[in-house]
């Protein structure tokens, strides 16, 4: 029972374009998403969140876009740089609940 | 230290072998968490661990697993008769309490022959 999905395994952007990486929920539960950034042997970092109270949040490049009505969120990056190149996991918190729930992942590669 | 630390970062084992994985996490972070991914999946969830609290195991695939937090502070996750289907690295987060922000550490990558 995926909850979280990221149906796009991978995504290939020209550097400058902007990266749009998407991510759908079915658990009306959720109040609370994240976007955590992956490098090769490294642990997942934190990037950008967003309460289900708002609809956007914005930081520097990185903004978070999330559609209550559709279960989905999407993260934009603009413009795309090559340090962007890496797996983007899409997690999400049920209210009242403290363990993240993530998706498959997106692997992000920015083109020179 | 500044992170959550992980060891070992890489382990080979032979199949039916028990083995430990060890995190050391946030000093002052009261909240602990176990992850595993996978080849081509994403992060799983295996169990929660919360200040003095019973941990939340609902994520663990088995009896073969378990995981201990001593003290409060450092934890153990152990694989018992290791299967190849437990090879993923294995991930752990920390975090203040009520925070909804993890800092993972770097994970241990598990490959079971």
């Known amino acids: 029972d995926q909850q979280v999905k990221q149906n796009s395994p991978s995504l290939s952007v020209q550097e400058g374009r902007i990266s749009i990486l998407n991510c759908d929920y079915t658990?009306?539960?959720?109040?609370?998403f994240l976007w955590y950034k992956k490098y090769p042997a490294e642990g997942p970092t934190f990037l950008i969140s967003?309460?289900?109270?708002?609809d956007k949040n914005e930081d520097g490049r990185f903004t978070v876009f999330l559609n209550k009505s559709a279960k989905h969120l999407s993260l934009h990056i603009v413009p795309s740089q090559p340090g962007d190149s890496a797996v983007y996991f899409c997690?999400?918190?049920?209210?009242?609940?403290?363990?993240?729930?993530f998706g498959q992942g997106t692997r992000l590669t920015i083109n020179p | 230290g500044a992170g959550v630390s992980q060891s070992p970062s890489n382990k080979v084992t032979e199949k039916g072998k028990d083995v430990e994985l060890r995190c050391d996490p946030i000093?002052?972070?009261?909240?602990l968490y176990w992850y595993r991914q996978s080849l081509g999946q994403g992060l799983e969830f295996l169990i929660y661990?919360?200040?003095?609290?019973?941990?939340?195991k609902s994520g663990l695939p088995s009896d073969r697993f378990s995981a201990e937090r001593t003290g409060g502070s450092v934890s153990t996750l152990t694989i018992q008769r290791t299967q190849q289907e437990d090879s993923a690295v294995y991930l752990c987060?920390?975090?203040?309490?009520?925070?909804?922000?993890?800092?993972f550490g770097s994970g241990t990558r598990l490959t079971v022959v």
């Open positions: 987060a920390s975090s203040p309490d009520n925070n909804y922000g993890y800092t």
């Open positions: 658990n009306s539960m959720f109040d609370y």
């Open positions: 967003i309460s289900s109270i708002k």
């Open positions: 997690a999400a918190r049920a209210q009242g609940a403290q363990k993240l729930v």
């Open positions: 000093s002052g972070h009261t909240a």
């Open positions: 661990f919360q200040g003095n609290s019973a941990p939340d």
